[in-house]
């Protein structure tokens, strides 16, 4: 388990390297350096599995007393005659011999953890560590070099390219928008997002995200996101019950835990890492027409053949196409985009105290131009370890980030912008209008998209966290441990958005309401303090563990904003300068305070490592469960077999690891709401009576909590001497009954109304293959294969007929729920990822019209939304990476490329702009598709209808014609690193170590599907160096 | 060493599983408060109740559709031109197409902001019923205001969608409802009617009248202590839920209980002017031109936004999206039983004096009806505010119309032209000008009186349609765009039920 134990901290090690570090010194002072005539042997001493190098590793000559131990590096280097052999010793590893000939001037020895040592490796759970041999729950572990050599910018998309459970939805809207925040998924989904029962202010409903824990606390997503990647020891990822229900209520979706780097006694380092990069946008992705095609495509649509204005336009407009205008209006708002992240750290200090600090900065631009989020952040952790087992340490960082994006607006409103108009007058100046002209009923107006972006308007948002993390650990004695910790957290949030008066959505607006300026503020103010005891016991082969731990938390949130309006000309957004506050407009305001309250105990038992139980309850209290229920239970019970313990397999040299297990467990997917109480707000502005009140939501005192039940089971293999490991899991939660907001008769007196309704069941399986070909760790060469792939997929039902008025919702003309168009249908035994549509046979060649097929099967030219049935599945059968590591002396290289199979998808592009294009929407420019694929005339084997738009009427619906296959193939990351550490020429730099790596992210895309992809901001494709230096 | 570990994991225990409910309750957010909260003070009860009126003073009921716009509409006040598209909706609803999109919508909205309002003061009754921080006498007159006005938008849920099956709420719950026939449902209504009635019977307007005005400074009133007790006419006092009862009566089964209806009217026209909290307007000043009698009002609601909502309504400029009243319609229709010649604002009629000529068009006029608080002010010198927000419900005017309508009703065609006359010296008529009607006295001239005795005194306050629609007149009514009587292309009766209930 080679990966593995990278990652996960190595507790024990540093606990004993006191000792070490006396008989070391002891050793030096008794046996001063030996007479010459005898060669200099160099080396360093590593950790056989992981390779880090051991420091305080005591070196000697057999049969000598003379002696020697390795430094902070695990560099050594001591006089020997050859011939004679060296002994390596340090506690919890495997003594070792080593015979020096002649030719050893510089050796690298590996040692091997001893049994008692490998027994005490740690899963990081956060809030508390477990035993990882004894250990049943599913998770990964991922080390910090695993996580680097991935890529080095961004923490959660190295993730993505690790653990196939781990996803990140994509999100084909906000494209690579640098401010845009991800959308994770742990093992699909486990509740329905219709269900989405809304808190009055701070609309978190029930959601699909993991939770993230930061060295022990809860973090946000964007704290995780904009974490710098050095400062990371570890992550592991707790995905199934077993693992997860020591969260309690907020532990449904998985957990992702973060550990960050400890400073470790010895020599001051100073290191720093810093990235550059080069991000180009991803626009082969969209098929726009040219100039001449795009006048064609009009000229048949039917654009100039109402009257005879229009004959004229098609004169003017093909007499620009016939003059050379044809403009790319694709390339206008995007930019090669320049970023760059410093990190550097200091660390150091002696056995008793040690200290590290960091600054960090990262500027990351994107593609869309004006466009950038700056991170930065500063943090001092001193731990000190006194005497009779008491260790303290303190940590306290403050990050802030800033964003903002410019005037450039939506990347769509270029795409769409028509290419034989210039950008341009002659004059050099911008119009605002590129066309606009009058029929008999409308008027058609095209805005130049460049006029609007060259205003001054802009989004800005800042916020500045600051977080103190104190914790004290007790050894009590060798079984009892306690522990308690206690984090404060405030942190500030400002976001600006204001929109230049001249833009032209104000074009038919009085000046007192042209531009407006909107001011949002929070502020956070949290608390969590805990207490934790660690027992652990082993009667002959019975070992014992018991954690119990309670904690309480306070958290405070109060936002408020207000928006004013009229600036006037060439104004740059100071609300002084504003005409009023907006007409009617009141500010707004909420706070909000949630406190919680967790007890929990966790119980593990085995039997000489070999058969495995566990137990864990959580009774969790929050103010947001509810008035009359603040407590919740949740439970896990877990059995796992490390069959190569067994004696049978004592002799199985070739098995390092052979483990079976399962977990059964449950957990609470919720997050902050009010719904089972009837809430009261107050209106706004007063009368003589005074305030006035209002029912704002009405609760249901009668809900109850989603629940997610969890089993899950797998395996985790390791043969060849760790060469090939195979890890396994599959797995079923299961949400009863779900919250749905249920929409009610207007009579009732409320919209809708929570209530348990319906279940939703989630089945799927992952799995991790590592393969080395070649380990030859002497010479330090390594190639390797990974492959991943995950699976999951899930179906609701016992809805009955409740949510049948969605599925008709498109009858009723006020509904804006669902549409005609709506690929979404709910009906029991269906999948929330199904896509419905109606079943379309093509193009009829006779008359270019789309001929249909009912429910029934029978053809018709008719479209009736009834006839929907599932098409097939947004979730792709299987998705995962496959990659290549590679490591040959000095370089190291890992490629990572991400399939996915099986997937159906919508293709929006198709829909809107090759057919669907109405008359009133020719204006903009559309997918050459629309021009080329069209049906025109009788006997045209045509993939869509007919080419002419100037029958509004001939809109086309949604149909089975518009879903296609998904499948792709993607470079998603590639990187190549050489480490200078052993070259003689650094040194003459007084640095000790040195690497420089080059990555490559979305470097090659192979796919099935001809689809628009970054609607507001194109993807990119990046290029990054690296330098990591340490002196 | 021991024995110290256990008690070390002995102190946790409590820690984690110590009862924390005080802890939980602290934690409140500060913006809104649940449930059990909103109903453990007074000052927070009060403000639901405050917040109810709040509801009904909102654009969908009675601070727009139901007393100044849709209403109003479907009276046939409001010009419109039938060969422009700008009037559509105009249009729609004067010709009562009530399946086109825009009646469509404005009925949905007022269906759902009327059962929305239910359900709050259902809510407000369960939760002030299980309340005990607020003293027994004013927690009957709070209540007995809740039943009242939940009659009261039932009522007038009726009066709009009946005669029909209906659902009648009194749950706290969200529970779906049936429809009820009409006879239960006004079994209901008058249910809730009596409860009111009992409630009220100590209800402080009886024994102190109206306090708060004229002589009654507004500003420093602790709100919490007089919230029961002050300005009664803003609230449904207990006289107002007479007055309801009166009007439940005569639309009670359709064809209505008018003799009972009557007698209730009748001894509420016999608190005027009798040291009572009512009295005639005052007509001898003409600078007073209280176009809304404020002190003939029943029950009006106050509605911080009227002024600025009656300017959005009369001000504009624009054809179709401001309400103004045809020259024609006004002249020949509605004062057409007038004898005198003329402009308008030279009648001695006082309610003619509000038409101004609108931003429109030259033969286009609107009112002044609630833009007159600042000639007011002089004559209240406290009451600018109150005034300038009232939204009448309820007049001592209609109670005047319904004892009318049962004179007629019995024949005595001669006594009911004498109250009308009667009336009429009210409104700023002299003697000389009501003598030429005293002759006349038939069915039809009392009914035309009537008829345009409703559309002068209730404009922008819904009344007209709904007694229309009781009398079954809506076959042949007013023409909006010009003289006589016109045949709305559609009267479906009664109007559907919303999408929102039917297909929501």
Redesign the interface.
């Known amino acids: 388990m080679l990966k593995i134990a990278i990652s996960e901290r190595m507790t024990p090690r540093t606990k004993r390297r006191k000792p070490v570090f006396n008989i070391m010194l002891a050793l030096l002072l008794m046996f001063p350096a030996l007479a010459a005539a005898q060669q200099t042997v160099t080396g360093v001493v590593k950790d056989a599995e992981s390779g880090e190098e051991l420091v305080g590793v005591v070196v000697n000559i057999k049969g000598s007393t003379t002696a020697t131990s390795t430094d902070a590096d695990g560099k050594f280097s001591i006089s020997v005659k050859p011939g004679v052999a060296l002994q390596f010793r340090l506690l919890g590893y495997n003594d070792l011999e080593r015979k020096i000939g002649a030719n050893d001037k510089n050796i690298t020895v590996k040692m091997s953890m001893n049994e008692q040592v490998l027994n005490e490796v740690v899963v990081e759970a956060g809030i508390i560590q477990r035993n990882k041999l004894g250990f049943t729950g599913s998770h990964s572990s991922i080390g910090k070099e695993e996580l680097k050599a991935v890529g080095n910018t961004n923490v959660l998309q190295s993730l993505k390219s690790i653990d196939p459970a781990f996803v990140i939805v994509e999100n084909n809207i906000a494209g690579s928008d640098p401010n845009a925040m991800p959308n994770i998924e742990i093992r699909g989904q486990s509740t329905l997002n219709l269900s989405e029962v809304q808190d009055?202010?701070e609309a978190t409903g029930a959601s699909n995200m993991p939770l993230f824990i930061l060295d022990g606390f809860e973090a946000t997503l964007e704290e995780i996101n904009d974490l710098d990647i050095n400062r990371i020891e570890s992550i592991t990822l707790l995905k199934d019950a077993g693992s997860t229900a020591i969260y309690g209520s907020k532990g449904a979706n998985g957990v992702v835990v973060v550990e960050t780097v400890r400073p470790q006694p010895g020599q001051v380092f100073v290191t720093y890492n810093g990235d550059y990069s080069v991000s180009t946008p991803y626009l082969d992705v969209y098929n726009m027409m040219n100039a001449a095609e795009k006048l064609e495509f009009e000229r048949l649509g039917g654009r100039y053949t109402q009257a005879l204005s229009d004959q004229k336009r098609y004169y003017e407009n093909l007499a620009k196409v016939k003059s050379g205008v044809d403009t790319y209006w694709l390339k206008e708002p995007v930019q090669v985009a320049f970023s760059q992240s410093h990190s550097a750290t200091l660390s150091g200090g002696d056995k008793v105290l040690q200290y590290q600090a960091g600054v960090n900065y990262k500027d990351n631009e994107g593609v869309m131009k004006d466009e950038y989020r700056k991170t930065y952040g500063g943090n001092l952790k001193l731990i000190y370890r006194g005497v009779e087992g008491l260790n303290i340490m303190n940590n306290i960082f403050v990050t802030g980030s800033n964003g903002h994006s410019g005037s450039w607006g939506s990347f769509s409103d270029f795409v769409q912008a028509n290419p034989y108009y210039s950008m341009y007058n002659e004059d050099g100046t911008i119009p605002k209008y590129l066309d606009s002209y009058s029929e008999v009923t409308t008027t058609h107006t095209a805005v130049n998209p460049l006029y609007n972006a060259k205003l001054l308007s802009r989004t800005d948002s800042k916020s500045t966290v600051i977080t103190n993390n104190t914790n004290i650990d007790w050894t009590?004695?060798r079984?009892?441990l306690?522990r308690g910790s206690l984090s404060l957290k405030q942190s500030k949030g400002n976001t600006i958005v204001f929109v230049d008066p001249r833009d032209s959505r104000y074009d038919n607006v009085g000046y007192e309401q042209k531009g407006r300026y909107t001011s949002g503020y929070s502020t956070n103010w949290s608390y969590n303090a805990n207490?934790t005891?660690n027992?652990r016991k082993a009667v002959a082969k019975n070992n014992f563990t018991l954690i119990?731990?309670?904690e309480i938390e306070?958290k405070n949130n109060t936002s408020e904003t207000f928006a004013a309006q009229g600036f006037p000309e060439g104004s740059v957004g100071y609300p002084s300068q504003s005409y009023s506050y907006l007409s009617g407009g009141r500010p707004s305001?909420?706070?909000?305070?949630?406190?919680h309250?967790?007890?929990?105990t966790a119980f593990n038992y085995n039997y000489a490592y070999r058969y495995l139980l566990d137990f864990n309850y959580n009774?969790d209290?929050?103010?947001n469960f509810g008035?009359n229920r603040?407590f919740q239970s949740f439970w896990s019970a877990g059995a796992g077999w490390n069959v190569n313990r067994e004696e049978f397999a004592k002799d199985w040299t070739w098995l390092s690891e052979l483990k079976l297990r399962a977990t059964y467990g449950t957990n609470g997917n919720m997050t902050g709401n009010?719904t089972t109480?009837?809430?009261?707000?107050?209106?706004v502005?007063?009368?003589?009576?005074?305030?006035?009140?209002?029912?704002?939501q009405?609760?249901?005192p009668n809900l109850k909590w989603q629940v997610v039940e969890n089993l899950s089971g797998g395996v985790d293999i390791s043969v060849l001497s760790n060469n090939l490991r195979v890890n396994f899991d599959i797995y079923r939660k299961v949400t009863d009954p779900l919250i749905v907001s249920l929409?009610?008769?207007?009579?009732?007196?409320?919209d809708s109304?929570p209530v348990n309704l319906g279940y939703m069941n989630t089945k799927g399986y992952e799995f991790r293959i590592n393969y080395n070909f070649i380990n030859k760790p002497k010479d330090n060469i390594l190639v390797g294969i990974r492959l991943t792939g995950a699976h999951n997929f899930s179906t609701y039902g016992g809805f009955n007929d409740a949510l049948n008025?969605l599925n008709?919702a498109y009858?009723?003309?006020?509904n804006s729920n669902m549409s005609l168009n709506s690929l979404q249908q709910f009906h029991d035994g269906n999948s929330p990822t199904d896509l419905w549509a109606v079943r379309s046979l093509g193009i009829d060649p006779a008359n270019g019209k789309e001929i249909f097929l009912t429910k029934n099967g029978e053809r018709t030219y008719i479209f009736n939304a009834d006839d929907k049935v599932v098409i097939a599945n947004s979730r792709p059968d299987i998705e995962g990476v496959v990659g290549i590591n590679a490591r040959y002396r000095q370089i190291q290289f890992t490629s990572t490329l991400r399939y996915s199979l099986g997937a159906y998808k919508y293709n929006s592009a198709l829909f809107n702009k090759v057919e669907n294009i109405s008359y009133d929407n020719v204006i903009y420019n559309q997918d050459k598709r629309a021009l080329y694929d069209r049906w025109q005339q009788p006997g045209d084997m045509a993939k869509f209808k007919n080419i002419n738009v100037s029958d509004n009427a001939s809109l086309t619906p949604v149909s089975s014609r518009f879903i296609q296959r998904d499948n792709y193939l993607r470079g998603e990351a590639f990187r190549l690193t050489w480490n200078f550490s052993s070259d003689k020429w650094i040194k003459s730099l007084h640095l000790k170590d040195l690497s420089a790596g080059v990555s490559m992210n979305d470097f090659f895309n192979l796919y099935s599907i001809k689809i628009e992809r970054g609607i507001d901001d194109p993807f990119a494709r990046t290029v990054s160096f690296n330098l990591y230096a340490r002196f | 060493m021991k024995h110290n570990k256990i008690y070390i994991l002995l102190l946790l225990l409590p820690f984690a599983f110590a009862s924390c409910d005080d802890w939980f309750a602290g934690a409140l957010p500060k913006d809104k408060n649940l449930e059990d909260k909103q109903f453990s003070s007074e000052s927070d009860i009060i403000a639901t109740l405050n917040g109810i009126y709040r509801s009904m003073s909102s654009e969908n009921l009675y601070g727009g559709y139901m007393t100044m716009t849709a209403v109003d509409l479907l009276a046939h006040y409001y010009y419109y031109d039938s060969s422009q598209s700008a009037f559509t909706y105009f249009i729609n609803m004067s010709n009562y197409y009530y399946a086109a999109d825009d009646p469509k919508a404005v009925l949905a909205n007022i269906w759902k902001e009327a059962y929305v309002t239910i359900f709050d003061i259902n809510n407000f009754i369960h939760g002030l019923q299980n309340s005990d921080v607020i003293p027994e006498q004013k927690k009957k007159i709070l209540l007995g205001e809740s039943y009242g006005l939940r009659a009261f938008i039932h009522l007038d849920i009726y009066r709009l969608f009946g005669p029909q099956a209906l659902p009648y709420n009194t749950d706290y719950e969200v529970v779906p409802h049936n429809t009820l026939p009409v006879d239960d449902y006004f079994r209901n209504i008058m249910a809730d009617i009596d409860t009111a009635k009992i409630l009220l019977a100590a209800d402080p307007i009886i024994t102190e009248g109206i306090i708060g005005t004229d002589t009654e400074g507004i500003n420093d009133v602790p709100v919490v202590d007089v919230f029961h007790s002050y300005f009664r006419n803003f609230r449904l006092n207990y006289y107002a839920v007479r007055a309801l009862e009166a009007r439940a009566l005569i639309n009670r089964n359709q064809s209505g209980d008018h003799a009972a209806a009557a007698e209730i009217a009748k001894s509420l026209i016999a608190l005027l002017d009798t040291g009572t909290p009512f009295h005639w307007t005052d007509t001898g000043s003409q600078y007073l031109n209280d176009y809304i009698a404020y002190s003939e009002v029943i029950f009006g609601i106050y509605n911080i936004d009227l002024h600025t909502r009656w300017k959005n309504y009369t001000d504009g400029t624009r054809a179709g999206s401001t309400y103004t009243v045809y020259e024609d319609n006004l002249q020949n229709n509605i004062f057409g039983n007038d004898p005198h010649g003329g402009a308008i604002s030279q009648w001695p009629d006082i309610r003619s004096q509000q038409w101004v000529i609108s931003k429109v068009r030259g033969d286009q006029y609107v009112s002044t009806k609630f833009l007159e608080y600042d000639r007011l002010s002089s004559y209240y010198p406290n009451m600018i505010d109150p005034i300038q927000n009232l939204q009448p419900l309820i007049r001592m005017s209609e109670m005047y119309y319904i004892y009318i309508e049962e004179l007629m009703d019995e024949g005595r065609y001669d006594e009911a032209t004498a109250e009308l006359c009667n009336f009429l010296h009210h409104r700023g008529w002299k003697e000389q000008d009501t003598q030429p009607l005293i002759n006349s006295a038939s069915y039809q001239q009392v009914y035309s009186m009537l008829e345009t005795e409703y559309y002068k005194e209730f404009y922008a306050e819904g009344q007209t349609f709904f007694f229309l629609k009781r009398t079954n007149r809506l076959g042949s009514i007013f023409n909006a765009a010009g003289t006589g009587k016109v045949s709305p292309a559609s009267t479906p009766s009664p109007i559907p039920l919303p999408e929102n209930e039917v297909n929501f």
């Open positions: 009055e202010s009590v004695s079984d009892l306690l207490m005891a027992y119990v731990r309670g306070e305001y909420s706070s909000s305070v949630v406190r309250l967790t007890s929990l009774l209290g929050a103010t008035t603040h009010y109480s009837s809430v009261y707000t107050y209106n502005g007063n009368n003589f009576f005074g305030q006035a009140a209002k029912l704002s009405a609760g249901n929409k009610q008769r207007a009579s009732s007196g409320v109304y008025y008709e009858k009723s003309e006020n």
